[in-house]
């Protein structure tokens, strides 16, 4: 077992334990790509690592001997192409499994590794390019991906080598200016010195570099060192709950930060193996069928997924298998936790985190979830609630999640800056906190309730409202699947809570729903909280992370 040669003390009594004794031992050169992946390789040779799949009848089990040898292959073709220590290298590979092998080889090179989701155009692709000096580009065999990565290369100086994969079948078609990855590696040795002398990689340098998806403005450049995944220790093992050598699932696509957070670093640092289903559109009835024929341990995903799943007869699918089902990237509204719950017999443990770390507050094992509730802080992070004044909140108050002292001691799975602007880093990060910008209160039992973004809460004649607890009162009428509230302004009220919402199947917009939907919401919470403007919509516009674009929906009001 790897995790004892980096945590001191694995096993709490309690969370008052955990939260008091936990500590995280950061080797100087620490790798993952050699400590942890070739490690179990040494270790254990026949440990599976990634059990893969898509919706084209393709399966394939890789054990960390497969991952080890086939990283090692990419990292010999990368460094003939001149990638090394510092270099910037973009992957558009959706859930491909050669995304793994080429994060492990990046990782062994000291490369800078950037995920980028399928839907980027050449403008996003040539803003990345070049804001990060991208030298190199991995892409999955895409006729849009290819066409967006062709417009942008042009544009972006530093940008010398594009790589292909395939996407259905083992022979990638052949497209002018790229190289085939598979044909490519397969010239190389299944060997890789660690390097040293200048090429020598330590905790401190830059590993991963992730453009968040703002509401608003263009992305930043998030910067992450190589002890970010052994921050994720915590991730995987005490709020994912995820088992050694049983299967784990997080639905994301590798280009979000969620893939980070539960498909690779904390799972594999844990030993478990990872369920890699490379979907071409998420249906519900076909993820819940995964679940059953695959056995999953351990499941995560986005609220929006299981509030779609619960559109499906989940009673027809055998869910037995799994132990633990945890939901981050939005609040989890208290309605879907309770029909998941009479459905599994399991309660949902929520998680609140961001790209710049690992889970920040979550449901940890000791923790009877509640309801609507992101649970207690993470041991890693001394975090406190922050007025507007900047003082500490009482129980009860609302303030800013802010993690505190850093400047005392740099906590580890943190972000250390922003890529190429000191300016901006030393403005976040320079002084005694590090502030989140969200909203959260806490009851006098130390659960932790969200709020919203600092941007997204609602002034209306004096009250200020948290669009999610509107949201999840919404939500608990049959109606409605999908719901964001924002502000709308009002020249009386200065703003008013407005809804936009995507109905179930089977109901149509009506001014006799709208009343129905706002009396409800008067029942169910403070009555000056009913949105007084709905709006349906087919889909609420959202984010290449997934999240809702809050900020697009206001700008129309």
């Known amino acids: 077992m790897l995790l004892d040669r980096y945590l001191p003390r694995i096993d709490f009594d309690s969370y008052e334990d955990f939260k008091e004794n936990f500590t995280i031992n950061v080797p100087e050169n620490f790798n993952f790509g050699f ?86 155009t050449s403008k996003d692709i040539a803003y990345r390019g070049n804001s990060a000096g991208v030298t190199a580009i991995i892409c999955v065999d895409d006729d849009f991906v290819i066409e967006q990565i062709n417009g942008a290369f042009p544009q972006v100086e530093t ?93 994301s696509d590798s280009g979000w930060a969620k893939f980070g957070w539960g498909k690779i670093y904390g799972q594999w640092i844990c030993g478990a193996t990872i369920f890699g289903y490379d979907m071409d559109k998420f249906v519900p009835a076909k993820l819940l069928q995964k679940i059953q024929d695959y056995k999953l341990t351990t499941f995560c995903a986005p609220p929006t997924m299981f509030r779609f799943m619960l559109q499906e007869d989940v009673s027809k699918y055998d869910l037995s298998s799994v132990k633990n089902f945890c939901i981050a990237g939005e609040p989890l509204n208290p309605e879907v936790f309770k029909k998941w719950e009479k459905l599994t017999g399991l309660k949902m443990r929520e998680g609140f985190g961001q790209s710049e770390g690992p889970v920040l507050i979550a449901n940890f094992m000791w923790i009877d979830p509640r309801p609507g509730s992101t649970g207690k802080p993470s041991p890693l992070y001394n975090i406190r609630l922050i007025s507007p004044e900047g003082a500490v909140c009482d129980d009860g108050e609302e303030g800013t999640i802010c993690i505190c002292d850093i400047d005392e001691k740099f906590p580890t799975g943190l972000f250390t800056g922003y890529y190429k602007n000191p300016e901006m880093t030393k403005e976040i990060l320079g002084g005694d906190r590090y502030d989140t910008g969200d909203v959260a209160w806490r009851d006098p039992e130390g659960y932790y309730w969200f709020v919203g973004r600092n941007d997204d809460v609602i002034k209306c004649s004096g009250y200020r409202i948290g669009p999610f607890e509107v949201e999840s009162a919404i939500l608990e009428h049959k109606a409605c699947v999908e719901c964001a509230v924002t502000a709308a302004p009002d020249p009386v009220r200065g703003q008013v809570v407005k809804a936009t919402i995507v109905l179930a199947a089977g109901f149509e917009p009506s001014d006799e729903l709208t009343k129905e939907i706002q009396n409800h919401v008067k029942h169910v919470t403070a009555p000056y909280k009913y949105p007084r403007i709905v709006e349906y919509v087919k889909e609420l516009p959202k984010t290449l992370g997934g999240k809702i674009k809050r900020a697009e929906i206001r700008q129309k009001s």
Not at 46 to 72: P, Q, Y
Request: aromatic residues 12%; proline residues 4%.
């Open 159 to 251: 940008l010398h080598s594009r790589i292909v994969v395939p996407t259905v079948g083992d022979v990638a078609r052949t497209h002018e200016g790229f190289l085939d990855f598979h044909e490519s590696i397969a010239k190389f040795p299944e060997t890789f010195e660690r390097p040293t002398g200048d090429q020598a990689v330590y905790w401190n340098d830059i590993m991963l570099i992730y453009f968040t998806s703002g509401t608003t403005g263009m992305p930043k450049m998030v910067q992450h060192n190589f002890a970010h995944p052994l921050g994720h220790i915590i991730t995987a093992k005490y709020w994912q709950q995820v088992q050694e050598n049983k299967l784990h699932m997080s639905v």
């Open 35 to 120: 400590d942890i992946v070739d490690e179990w390789a040494r270790l254990e040779p026949e440990k599976k690592a990634l059990v893969w799949c898509n919706d084209h009848g393709e399966e394939r089990t890789f054990t960390f001997t497969d991952i080890s040898k086939m990283s090692n292959q990419a990292a010999n073709f990368f460094r003939s192409l001149g990638i090394g220590k510092g270099d910037v290298v973009l992957l558009i590979l959706r859930r491909r499994y050669e995304y793994w092998v080429c994060a492990a080889a990046l990782h062994k090179l000291g490369a800078s590794l950037i995920p980028g989701s399928l839907q980027l």
